[in-house]
């Protein structure tokens, strides 16, 4: 395969007002990786629709998760800040996609399963082949790199499964346009240290989500300190003491 420069790419849905967890599991990391690499981030509205979105609140969440990352450190003027709805080029390649990926494939994604639960014959198309127009998002850009939080790893794994069938099926005419063997690189994920899962101040077996309907149920990174003291105060707590000994902690 013909060389790719080490390049990052990562989204964000804008389904709601960014969190603590958005924050020490992605965002944080986004701005560290800025030192090292060249930085593509995006707004994934296509991504929001695979479920119902009001066209005006989607609208105003873009703008606000564009506003945060700059808020947060990410840096417009030396890196990619953009909205993917704006770049055709993602549902042009996620349809390639769609016609190179296996329904097989789709189906074994167990964040479908839990999204869909028992009502697997009424949720969109969207929302099935949405790792297909991950994969799109990704390699449209030939990035090399995607920091994922452990729930995203087997959304990955397919990315480079596409890839990889991609490059396979049409390796001849790839060659001809001199990339050698592969068009598209085999993305590596970037998976996060400590507090990529940051828990629902509500249910602590749940990650804390921006789209739950419990805004108790997170720290959204626009509340200020009267409203954090309140929501830490209401949390729900472990019903189990605290070990005696400092070794337990």
Same mark, same amino acid.
């Given at each position: =395969? &013909?060389?790719?420069?080490?390049?990052?790419?990562? *989204?964000?849905?804008?389904?709601?007002?960014?969190?603590?967890?958005?924050?020490? *599991?992605?965002?944080?990391?986004?701005? #560290?990786?800025?030192?090292? @690499?060249?930085?593509?981030?995006?707004?994934?509205?296509?991504?929001?629709?695979?479920? $119902?979105?009001?066209?005006?609140?989607?609208?105003? @969440? !873009?703008?606000?998760?564009?506003?945060?990352?700059?808020?947060?450190?990410?840096?417009?003027?030396? @890196?990619?800040?953009?909205?993917?709805?704006?770049?055709?080029? @993602?549902?042009? /390649?996620? $349809?390639?996609?769609?016609?190179?990926?296996? =329904?097989? $494939?789709?189906?074994? =994604? +167990?964040?479908?399963?839990?999204?869909?639960?028992?009502?697997?014959?009424?949720?969109?198309?969207?929302?099935? %082949?949405?790792?297909?127009?991950?994969?799109?998002?990704?390699?449209?850009?030939?990035?090399?790199?995607?920091?994922?939080?452990?729930?995203?790893?087997?959304?990955?794994?397919? +990315?480079?499964?596409? #890839?990889?069938?991609?490059?396979?099926?049409?390796?001849?005419?790839?060659?001809? !346009?001199?990339?050698?063997?592969?068009?598209?690189? /085999?993305?590596?994920?970037?998976? &996060?240290?400590?507090?990529?899962?940051?828990?629902? /101040?509500?249910?602590?077996?749940?990650? =804390?989500?921006?789209?739950?309907?419990?805004?108790?149920?997170?720290?959204?990174?626009?509340?200020?300190?009267? !409203?954090? %003291?309140?929501?830490?105060?209401? &949390?729900? !707590?472990?019903?189990?003491?605290?070990?005696?000994?400092?070794? *337990?902690?």
């Amino acid at each position: =395969m &013909a060389a790719v420069a080490e390049r990052v790419f990562s *989204g964000v849905q804008p389904t709601g007002n960014l969190h603590l967890g958005n924050y020490l *599991g992605a965002i944080k990391r986004f701005v #560290a990786l800025q030192e090292s @690499h060249d930085c593509i981030y995006c707004v994934v509205d296509l991504h929001a629709i695979t479920v $119902w979105q009001d066209p005006a609140e989607l609208k105003r @969440h !873009t703008r606000e998760v564009t506003a945060a990352f700059i808020a947060c450190g990410i840096d417009p003027k030396a @890196h990619i800040v953009f909205n993917q709805s704006q770049v055709s080029g @993602h549902a042009e /390649l996620a $349809w390639i996609f769609n016609c190179v990926a296996r =329904m097989g $494939w789709l189906s074994r =994604m +167990t964040q479908f399963k839990e999204k869909a639960g028992k009502d697997r014959e009424n949720v969109s198309l969207g929302l099935f %082949a949405y790792p297909s127009l991950m994969a799109a998002d990704i390699l449209l850009y030939r990035a090399t790199h995607v920091p994922v939080g452990e729930d995203q790893k087997q959304h990955l794994e397919l +990315t480079r499964d596409i #890839a990889q069938k991609f490059n396979v099926d049409f390796a001849a005419s790839i060659a001809e !346009t001199g990339h050698g063997e592969g068009y598209f690189p /085999l993305t590596e994920p970037l998976i &996060a240290g400590p507090a990529t899962r940051v828990m629902s /101040l509500r249910d602590g077996a749940k990650k =804390m989500s921006k789209s739950d309907a419990s805004d108790f149920s997170r720290i959204n990174l626009t509340d200020d300190a009267d !409203t954090i %003291a309140g929501k830490v105060r209401k &949390a729900k !707590t472990d019903p189990e003491p605290l070990p005696s000994e400092e070794e *337990g902690l």
